[in-house]
Structures are given as C-alpha cells and as structure tokens.
Nanobody
Framework: QVQVVESGGGLVQAGGSLRLSCAAS????????MGWFRQAPGKEREFVAHISWSGASTNYADSVKGRFTISRDDAKNTVYLQMSSLKPEDTAVYYC??????????????????WGQGTQVTVSS
C-alpha cells in the first residue's frame, strides 16, 4: 500500500517561510500527480497546489499563487511545498496527496487516492 507522510510544519511569524516535505512510498511514484491541500478548523479541506507526474505542469489556488511553490524530486520519492510570505490565514493542517491516474480535476479532494496524516502550519500575526 502506498504511504504518504508529511513533515516540516511548525510555527512561523507572518511574512516568514516554511518548506513542507511529503515522502511517498511506491515504485511508480514518478508517474503520480501530487497535490497539497489544507484544512483549517471548522472548514472543508481546500486545494493548495498540484504538480503533474512529469513536473512540467503546476497549479495553485489563487490564495497562494506567487507565494507557494510545489516541486518534486522523484529520486527521493518526495514532493515539496515551499511557502513564503506566509499569512495568518495560511494556518491549517497541510495534507499531501497522490493521484495515480492524473485526474483532470486536480483541485478536487476526490481525485486523490492516497493521503498523508497532515502537518500543522501555524502563522502568527
């Protein structure tokens, strides 16, 4: 079974930066599209960023565009989310997810088959 594990969360002041890592098992990781989602207390899980299996295509939620960067290192079976210019509204549990099928609806939770446990990101004002 594919395992997905996030790390790198923590407490950071507004305007600061943080890099999240997502380590995934699986021989075919390099062919998986990957996504980052986040969920704040009392809210639905929302799309943050997506990267295609090849890394040639990336997509971002409007709220993070220009501030967050998703990347992948297939040699390490790892995807990253570099977060800069963090705002208090970025506070959430961040989840990494894998999509083996390359679904068109990369922004939808339902497109992803494998999920990590989440890592907490707290941005103080």
């Amino acid at each position: 079974q594919v395992q997905v594990v996030e790390s790198g969360g923590g407490l950071v002041q507004a305007g600061g930066s943080l890099r999240l890592s997502c380590a995934a098992s699986g021989r075919t990781f390099s062919r998986y599209a990957m996504g980052w989602f986040r969920q704040a207390p009392g809210k639905e899980r929302e799309f943050v960023a997506h990267i295609s299996w090849s890394g040639a295509s990336t997509n971002y939620a409007d709220s993070v565009k220009g501030r967050f960067t998703i990347s992948r290192d297939d040699a390490k079976n790892t995807v990253y989310l570099q977060m800069s210019s963090l705002k208090p509204e970025d506070t959430a549990v961040y989840y990494c997810a894998a999509d083996p099928w390359g679904n068109s609806y990369y922004y939808s939770v339902a497109s992803y088959d494998y999920w990590g446990q989440g890592t907490q990101v707290t941005v103080s004002s």
